[in-house]
């Protein structure tokens, strides 16, 4: 599934692409890896790193992608008390992941090394929101 690109699918009016994708490649070599998501975890598109493997087993994927899905709606129950939900950073030992929501159906996750250097973590979150027309508060 890693290096696996699904063309001709849509977010809003905007067609993902290979070269979207790689563009988040490109803002920074700590970048590992990243997952386009539907509502039930379904991935529309993915991709890791040229050179890397995932830390995870293959059979454990399709359960990391749902929990992205699942990471994002729970925080939004606390929408009404807190303000809606921008993004969502978990700093693991071993890697960094971001969970975005692009829309009620289209999720997205990044995951990168952990030692990507805390002061590019707020241009890399608007480099996402760029590429994927996500607005700081939907």
Same mark, same amino acid.
């Given at each position: #599934?890693?290096?696996? @690109?699904?063309?001709?699918?849509?977010?809003?009016? *905007?067609?993902?692409? =290979?070269?979207?994708?790689?563009?988040? $490649? /490109?803002?920074?070599?700590?970048? *590992?890896?990243?997952?386009?998501?539907?509502?039930?975890? @379904?991935?529309?598109?993915?991709?890791? %790193?040229?050179?890397?493997?995932?830390?995870?087993?293959?059979?454990?994927?399709?359960?990391?992608?749902?929990?992205?899905?699942?990471?994002?709606?729970?925080? =939004?129950?606390? /929408?009404?008390?807190?303000?809606? @939900?921008?993004?969502? #950073? +978990?700093?693991? =030992?071993?890697?960094?992941?971001? $969970? $975005?929501?692009?829309?009620?159906?289209?999720?997205?996750?990044?995951? #990168?090394?952990?030692?990507?250097?805390?002061?590019?973590?707020?241009?890399?979150? =608007?480099? +996402? %929101?760029?590429? $994927?027309?996500?607005?700081? +508060? %939907?």
């Amino acid at each position: #599934m890693f290096g696996h @690109t699904t063309e001709n699918k849509m977010i809003g009016e *905007r067609p993902l692409s =290979e070269s979207s994708i790689l563009s988040i $490649f /490109d803002y920074d070599s700590k970048v *590992r890896f990243i997952t386009v998501v539907d509502s039930v975890g @379904t991935p529309l598109l993915t991709r890791i %790193r040229d050179g890397l493997k995932s830390l995870e087993p293959p059979e454990l994927t399709t359960k990391q992608q749902v929990h992205s899905v699942i990471t994002v709606c729970l925080a =939004e129950e606390f /929408d009404d008390y807190f303000g809606k @939900t921008n993004f969502i #950073m +978990v700093n693991r =030992e071993r890697l960094i992941l971001v $969970f $975005f929501a692009v829309s009620k159906d289209i999720y997205v996750a990044v995951s #990168m090394e952990p030692d990507f250097p805390p002061q590019k973590v707020g241009g890399f979150v =608007e480099h +996402v %929101r760029k590429l $994927f027309d996500i607005q700081r +508060v %939907r």
